[in-house]
């Protein structure tokens, strides 16, 4: 089996800064893209930013400017920095990765999700 165990989540106030960690565990042969996607109450899940193996980023333009995507390869782990936080970024955060991994002992393509994270920015 294949997980993403996110951490970092929290209360902040409006202007802080927080940084979520989502590494990846199991049988992973190797890992093509990491992203974090959000959902605030009663909207639809969104795709805040992504970054591929090679380090292409892209970002939701609502955080461009004040949210930071990084990844450390040989621990699977991606990180998502978060300044200027607003109160509308409040939102659970999921970690999200396309890899490939051997499920059941079968090398697959897989789409994998975190449990995700509680963001709340509030005064």
């Known amino acids: 089996q294949v997980q993403l165990v996110e951490s970092g989540g929290g209360l902040v106030q409006p202007g802080g800064s927080l940084r979520l960690s989502c590494a990846a565990s199991?049988?992973?042969?190797?890992?093509?893209?990491m992203g974090w996607y959000r959902q605030a109450p009663g909207k639809q899940r969104e795709l805040v930013a992504r970054?591929?193996?090679?380090?292409?980023?892209n970002y939701a333009d609502s955080v461009k400017g004040r949210f930071t995507i990084s990844r450390d390869n040989a621990k699977n782990t991606v990180y998502l920095q978060m300044n200027s936080l607003k109160p509308e970024d409040t939102a659970v955060y999921y970690c999200?990765?396309?890899?490939?991994?051997?499920?059941?002992?079968?090398?697959?393509?897989?789409?994998?999700w975190g449990q995700g994270t509680l963001v709340t920015v509030s005064s």
């Open positions: 970054i591929t193996s090679g380090g292409s980023t």
């Open positions: 199991g049988s992973i042969f190797s890992i093509n893209a």
């Open positions: 999200h990765a396309d890899l490939k991994g051997v499920v059941p002992g079968i090398l697959r393509d897989l789409e994998v």
